[in-house]
C-alpha cells in the first residue's frame, strides 16, 4: 500500500513556491509519507528541462532522483522515523486549463494529464506547442476544447491519462456552476469512454459526489493541488497495486488495486458554500435560494458553492454509497493541527519546529495522523496534539464553512479550551483569537457526522 499526490505544481507555474524543486518536493513527500508524487507542469520548457536533467527511469513509467541527488538529498533532510526507504517516485503531470465556447457558452475547464514516458510527454507537447503558449505558466492556458485535448493526449500515447481536475470548482471545471457542464459526457463528447476518474477537489467529499449516479462508473481521486512542498498530501490517493505508472492506472480504471482517498473536511475548501466574500456573506444553499442566488448585502450575485451545485444535479438523497465504491477518510494537516494547540498560525515559526520534532520521533505526517498510537504521541512529550488527533480520528471537529475563493476552518478545540488548560509547552494567549468572519457558517461539534471510513 502506498499514498500518491497525483496534482501538484512547481515553480514554474503563477502563484507557486520558488521552493518547488524536484530535491524540495521528493524532501516533503518522504515527510508526508507520500510514495508517488506528480512531477505538475510537465509542458513548461523550464521544469521539463529540470525533469530530463534531474530524473531517472524507475518502476515503469515513474521516475526517482538521480542517485548523487539522492544522496545529497539524504544528508540534507530531517530524519524522519518509520518512513519508507523507497526513494519517492515521481509521474509526469500536469494541469491545463482548456477555454472555449460550447453550446453558446463560455466552458473553462481543467484537466490534469499524465504521460508514461519522457517521449510520450515530447508528443503531446510538441502538439501543444501549435495550440498556444506553454511557455508563460506551469499551468497553461489553452483555447482547445477538452474533447480535443482528450484525443490529443491520447494521439500521444495510448496509455496518456486524462483526469478531469477539481470536478466542483464554480469557476474552472467540468461540472462547475459558472462555466462547466451538467454531464460529464456533455464535455468529452465521443470520447468519454476514456475517462474513468475524477479529481473530486478540496471543497467536496465522496459522499457528496455519491449523491450523483451518473458518477458512479468513475474512481474518485483527491489530490494536493499544491502551490508549495509544504501543502503535499493534504489530499492523496491510496493504492494497494504494485508502484508504477501502468499498474495505477489500470487501479483507477477497473477499481482493483485503489483503495480510496485521504481528505480534506470539504467546509474547509474554498468553494464549499455559497457566499460573497466582499461583503461577509455565506449562506447554505437553501439561503441562497430564498435571495434568488442574490448577496443580500450588495445585491451582486453570489458565488454559487459545491454543496449547492451538488444538490442541482444530485438524483440520490446523502447518505447513498454506491457499491464498489471505495473508502475514505477525513484528515487535517499536521500543521493546522499544531497551530491550534499552540494558539499561533500554522505558518509561524514555532509549528515548524514542533512540526519537525514529531517527524524526527513519531514518524512522517500521514503514519501520525491516521496510524500512530495515541499514548505514543503522549508519552513523546505532544500530550495536546495528541488530544488533537484523537479528536479529529472520531470526527470531532468544529467547522466554519469555506465560500468564494476564501478557505473555511476546521479546528478541534472549542473557544477559551486552550486558553483555560495550555499544556508546559504552550503559552496560553491574554486575548482570544479575533473572529475572521462574523457572517461564517458555524456548526456545532459534531460526532459522527461524517461516517469516517477507514482505509486500514
Not at 57 to 75: D, V
Request: glycine share 8%; proline share 6%.
Amino acid at each position: 500500500m502506498f499514498y500518491a499526490d497525483l496534482h501538484i505544481h512547481s515553480r514554474f507555474s503563477r502563484a507557486t513556491s520558488p521552493d518547488g524543486t524536484l530535491e524540495s518536493l521528493a524532501c516533503w513527500a518522504r515527510q508526508k509519507g507520500l510514495g508517488v508524487l506528480g512531477t505538475g507542469d510537465f509542458t513548461h520548457p523550464g521544469w521539463m528541462a529540470d525533469i530530463k536533467s534531474k530524473l531517472i527511469p524507475a518502476e515503469a513509467g515513474l521516475f526517482r532522483l538521480k542517485p548523487a541527488l539522492e544522496k545529497q538529498l539524504a544528508k540534507a533532510q530531517l530524519p524522519c522515523r518509520n518512513a519508507a526507504e523507497a526513494p519517492i517516485q515521481f509521474i509526469l503531470q500536469v494541469e491545463i486549463a482548456t477555454i472555449y465556447k460550447q453550446d453558446g457558452k463560455t466552458r473553462k475547464v481543467h484537466h490534469l494529464v499524465f504521460m508514461p514516458s519522457l517521449d510520450a510527454a515530447d508528443r503531446f507537447i510538441q502538439k501543444l506547442e501549435r495550440i498556444g503558449n506553454l511557455k508563460s505558466d506551469g499551468r497553461p492556458i489553452l483555447g482547445l476544447n477538452s474533447r480535443n485535448l482528450l484525443e490529443t493526449a491520447l494521439e500521444a500515447d495510448r496509455d496518456s491519462l486524462l483526469i478531469p481536475a477539481h470536478i466542483w470548482t464554480p469557476w474552472f471545471s467540468v461540472l462547475g456552476s459558472k462555466s462547466g457542464f451538467d454531464r460529464i459526457a456533455d464535455c468529452y463528447g465521443d470520447l468519454a469512454p476514456h475517462i474513468f476518474a475524477l479529481e473530486t477537489g478540496l471543497s467536496s467529499d465522496p459522499m457528496m459526489n455519491w449523491q450523483l449516479s451518473q458518477l458512479d462508473r468513475y474512481r474518485l481521486v483527491s489530490n494536493s493541488d499544491a502551490h508549495s512542498p509544504s501543502k503535499l498530501g493534504r489530499e492523496s490517493c491510496v493504492f494497494e497495486s504494485a508502484a508504477n505508472y501502468f499498474a495505477m492506472r489500470d487501479a483507477l480504471a477497473t477499481g482493483v488495486g485503489y483503495g480510496g482517498t485521504i481528505e480534506f473536511f470539504p467546509e474547509e475548501g474554498k468553494y464549499h458554500m455559497d457566499g460573497h466574500r466582499k461583503c461577509n456573506q455565506c449562506l447554505t444553499p437553501a439561503e441562497s435560494r430564498k435571495h434568488h442566488d442574490i448577496c443580500p448585502i450588495c445585491n451582486k450575485p453570489l458565488t454559487i458553492g459545491v454543496m449547492h451545485r451538488v444538490a442541482e444535479l444530485a438524483d440520490r438523497p446523502e447518505g447513498t454509497r454506491p457499491a464498489g465504491a471505495a473508502d475514505f477518510r477525513y484528515l487535517i494537516p499536521l500543521t493546522e493541527i499544531i497551530g491550534e494547540t499552540l494558539c499561533v498560525g500554522q505558518a509561524s515559526r514555532k509549528v515548524e519546529e514542533l512540526r519537525q520534532q514529531l517527524i524526527s520521533t513519531i514518524g512522517p505526517e500521514l503514519f501520525i495522523l491516521q496510524i500512530a498510537p495515541i499514548d505514543a504521541i503522549k508519552r513523546a512529550g505532544f500530550t495536546l496534539v495528541a488530544e488533537a488527533i484523537k479528536r479529529m480520528r472520531e470526527g470531532k471537529v468544529i467547522r466554519e464553512a469555506g465560500y468564494d475563493g476564501e478557505y473555511g476552518i476546521i479546528r478541534l478545540f472549542k473557544n477559551n479550551e486552550l486558553k483555560s488548560r495550555p499544556p508546559k509547552h504552550i503559552r496560553a494567549p491574554e486575548k482570544p483569537a479575533k473572529q475572521k468572519n462574523k457572517n461564517r457558517l458555524t456548526s456545532a461539534t459534531l460526532s459522527g457526522k461524517t461516517n469516517q471510513l477507514d482505509l486500514f
